[in-house]
């Protein structure tokens, strides 16, 4: 049934996205498509109540279990980011509006870009593993666990693979091809 409801909440969370771009859009109804919007969370608190009480109904802790908790942080903390990205190229193709920003693309500018996607990750990490947590706790030390603590340690590789991609484009930032060495590294070229 957890897995059935996931599945439901991504093509509902998706269903609610198209809707609130419809009305602002198509109907000329930025409120009521904002309003529409807003009720993206609804789907993750949803999600949460049925998987706990599917857990206080005695069911043991599985993978649905974790994926839902999974599930929740990475669409709390990318939801309004995925929300934005999407609304920028609905409004560009079809309703004439400004081209979408495009991330900068080299030097510290694109690695600054890199460490806000990454915390973005980390963030949803962070909140997956809390919830993950907070089922172990609700399920108490005569529950098997092992499943959550399972996800718990995918979280912990999502944290770290951000981290080293955000970290490499600090470390070794891509230069623009177009700039001298001089000027990539932000000295003066030599006069002659």
Not at 51 to 60: F, K, M, P, V, Y
Not at 65 to 82: C, D, E, K, M
Not at 169 to 176: A, G, I, N, Q, S
Request: net charge positive; glycine share 10%; aromatic share 10%.
């Amino acid at each position: 049934m957890i897995a059935l409801l996931i599945v439901l909440c991504e093509v509902a969370f998706w269903v609610l996205l198209a809707a609130g771009l419809a009305l602002r859009y198509v109907a000329r109804k930025p409120k009521p498509g904002a309003a529409v919007l807003l009720c993206e969370p609804l789907l993750e608190v949803v999600l949460l109540v049925v998987t706990a009480i599917d857990l206080r109904n005695g069911a043991e802790p599985d993978w649905k279990h974790g994926l839902a908790a999974v599930y929740i942080g990475f669409t709390v903390a990318l939801g309004r980011s995925t929300i934005r990205w999407v609304d920028a190229r609905v409004a560009h193709r079809w309703f004439g509006g400004p081209p979408p920003v495009k991330p900068p693309k080299y030097g510290m500018a694109r690695a600054a870009h890199e460490w806000r996607t990454a915390a973005r990750w980390i963030l949803a990490a962070a909140i997956a593993a809390g919830l993950l947590q907070a089922a172990a706790w609700y399920v108490g030390s005569g529950g098997d666990v092992s499943s959550l603590r399972m996800w718990q340690q995918k979280m912990g590789w999502v944290v770290a693979v951000n981290l080293i991609i955000a970290g490499s484009y600090t470390l070794f930032p891509k230069r623009d091809p177009g700039e001298s060495g001089d000027r990539a590294a932000g000295r003066e070229p030599a006069r002659k």
